[in-house]
């Protein structure tokens, strides 16, 4: 056979690895967890609490003030992580706290902060005391079956004095488990969800026989690529007690700020 058939056969192979190549579907983004929840630089978040009535009663802004990663000892696992600066107001805009929130992704599955499940009054009689957070991030895999449980999560705060032990203040979130799919439209956009349900259980535990705790159950929906849409709290009668809805989502700063306290590395 001649050179000019090999060299054609060649040209024709390149040419077709070369149209395979453009043909193959780009990487999905959410699987691949560049960013928790498709959260970048400067991205700014507006969350609007309502009562049971709709009417509104605060509202959450939170912005992205860094990115960056994290690695295992070994070095074989990169987490991608997002510092955001979040802000509660009251309906007159007057702040009520700050707090730095901490979310991870890795794989194919993003990570909350289990601090954003406690509420700041818990820690309220204990301003002038030591506080020690222990954080167990709450897991939202990019693509997650109907049906399965995920792991719980919440934040566990130790209240000490310089001298002695004075009590434990913990939210858990447990009993978590996707039970479908759903189409949510807030005014931030509709987006495509996945429900989780789950109890949240709040705790003041001064001594082993005196704790003080209440439960109530919670709906999430959460788009993969977006994060939190909606959640609902229902009173143990079933009771819708408050929702907390996306409404804001661009990425502008706003200006909010605020210190962390002293947590231990989840």
């Known amino acids: 056979m001649s050179s000019t058939y090999f060299v054609a056969l060649a040209t024709g192979l390149l040419a077709t690895v070369a149209l395979q190549a453009q043909t193959l579907p780009a990487p999905d983004p959410a699987a691949n967890c560049p960013h928790p929840f498709g959260l970048k630089d400067n991205t700014a978040r507006t969350f609007t609490l309502q009562d049971a009535k709709g009417e509104t009663m605060g509202y959450v ?53 289990g601090l954003d499940q406690l509420n700041p009054e818990k820690l309220s009689s204990f301003r002038d005391r030591l506080l020690t957070y222990t954080p167990t991030p709450l897991a939202w895999p990019n693509q997650p079956t109907v049906g399965s449980e995920l792991p719980n999560g919440g934040m566990l705060v130790d209240v000490r004095s310089s001298a002695v032990d004075i009590a434990q203040v913990y939210a858990t979130v447990s009993k978590r488990r996707v039970t479908g799919q759903e189409s949510v439209t807030t005014p931030a956009g509709t987006f495509l969800c996945y429900k989780v349900e789950a109890e949240l259980e709040s705790a003041t535990v001064a001594r082993a026989d ?52 002293k947590r231990k590395k989840s």
Request: charged letters at 25%; hydrophobic letters at 35%.
């Open 61 to 113: 802004h939170q912005r992205v003030v860094r990115l960056d990663t994290e690695q295992n000892k070994k070095k074989t696992l990169t987490t991608n992580t997002v510092l955001l600066k979040s802000g509660a107001y009251d309906t007159k805009g007057r702040l009520l706290y700050l707090r730095d929130l901490t979310f991870r992704c890795r794989q194919d599955t993003a990570f909350t902060d």
């Open 210 to 261: 005196l704790k003080l705790a209440s439960t109530v159950r919670v709906v999430d929906y959460y788009a993969p690529n977006v994060g939190l849409v909606k959640s609902e709290v229902y009173n143990k009668k079933g009771r819708l007690e408050q929702v907390r809805v996306l409404t804001g989502l661009d990425q502008s700063a706003g200006a909010v700020g605020g210190t962390a306290g």
